[in-house]
């Protein structure tokens, strides 16, 4: 059972930055997919960016260039870095690990950002 445990939600302006993390209760970036994931209001939950156990980085279109998924193996956190932040970027961000059939959720974090 794989535990997860996001911070670093909060309220910004449009422009802003802020910088989420996810703690796992183990060492376990070298079998998962680690992924951030974020639900609006009123909306599915979207996929926003993703590391593979080989380091590789994916992310959404829309925030491509803006945001950074990272991880420190060391402390067993996953990060993702979001800088110029749009009213858009709203919701609550999930962090999620993935390994066929496994599939670990955080409770979540929201981030609200305003105009």
């Known amino acids: 059972q794989v535990q997860l445990v996001e911070s670093g939600g909060g309220l910004v302006q449009t422009g802003g930055s802020l910088r989420l993390s996810c703690a796992a209760s183990?060492?376990?970036?070298?079998?998962?997919?680690m992924g951030w994931y974020r639900q609006a209001p009123g909306k599915e939950r979207e996929l926003v960016a993703t590391?593979?156990?080989?380091?590789?980085?994916n992310y959404a279109d829309s925030v491509k260039g803006r945001f950074t998924i990272s991880r420190d193996s060391a402390k067993n956190t996953l990060y993702l870095e979001m800088n110029s932040l749009k009213p858009e970027d709203t919701g609550v961000y999930y962090c999620?690990?993935?390994?066929?059939?496994?599939?670990?959720w955080g409770q979540g974090t929201q981030v609200t950002v305003s105009s």
């Open positions: 183990g060492s376990i970036f070298r079998l998962y997919t």
């Open positions: 999620n690990a993935y390994r066929s059939p496994d599939n670990y």
């Open positions: 590391i593979l156990t080989t380091g590789r980085t």
